[in-house]
Structures are given as structure tokens and as C-alpha cells.
């Protein structure tokens, strides 16, 4: 029963991580996406289009990063803190 535990809990991990995965792949597309349009509108005449397509592009792939980060490190667990072992108390019978 402990080994189908810890199988379900490396399965969840692997399930996770390709999440993960797909949606950093996703993001990147939709960022190189917003890119490549705002350069082409800005080599047709626009811009400020352009750059304003290009910056939504670039500051969203960088405040993700940035939030991300952020909230893993919010969802940390407080680490104890370690004291020096001390010898077990003597009881007086």
C-alpha cells in the first residue's frame, strides 16, 4: 500500500511537471506571437502600434516570470528553526 502511495505521488509530480511544461510553451508562443505582429505593423508604417504590440508581448512573458517566482516563494513552507541538540533531561526518581 506505501509503494501505490508513493507511485501515485511520483505520477502526480511527472503530471506536473508537463503542465508546467505546456504552459511555458504556450506562453512563449503567444509571446513570440505578439512580437513578430508588432513588428510587422511597425515595419508597415505604425510604429507605435508596433511597439506598443511588442512591449504587451514582452511584459507579459516578464511579469509572469516575475509573479511566478513571487508566489513560489510565498508558498513555501516555513523552515523551523534549528536549535543545538541538547542531551535529554536526567529524571529525579
Same mark, same amino acid.
Given at each position: ?16 511537471? !508537463? ?10 508562443? &503567444?509571446?513570440?506571437? +505578439? %512580437?513578430?505582429?508588432? *513588428? ?8 507605435? !502600434? ?10 507579459? &512573458?516578464?511579469?509572469? +516570470? %516575475?509573479?511566478?517566482? *513571487? ?23
Amino acid at each position: 500500500m506505501e509503494e501505490k502511495a508513493i507511485n501515485a505521488d511520483i505520477e502526480g509530480m511527472r503530471r506536473q511537471f !508537463a503542465e508546467g511544461r505546456v504552459g511555458q510553451f504556450c506562453a512563449l508562443v &503567444i509571446t513570440i506571437g +505578439f %512580437i513578430v505582429s508588432g *513588428t510587422y505593423v511597425a515595419l508597415r508604417g505604425q510604429p507605435l !502600434a508596433g511597439v506598443a504590440l511588442s512591449g504587451i508581448g514582452i511584459t507579459t &512573458i516578464v511579469s509572469t +516570470f %516575475i509573479w511566478g517566482r *513571487t508566489r513560489k516563494e510565498e508558498n513555501k513552507p516555513p523552515q523551523p528553526e534549528t536549535k543545538p541538540h541538547q542531551a535529554p533531561k536526567k529524571s529525579k526518581r
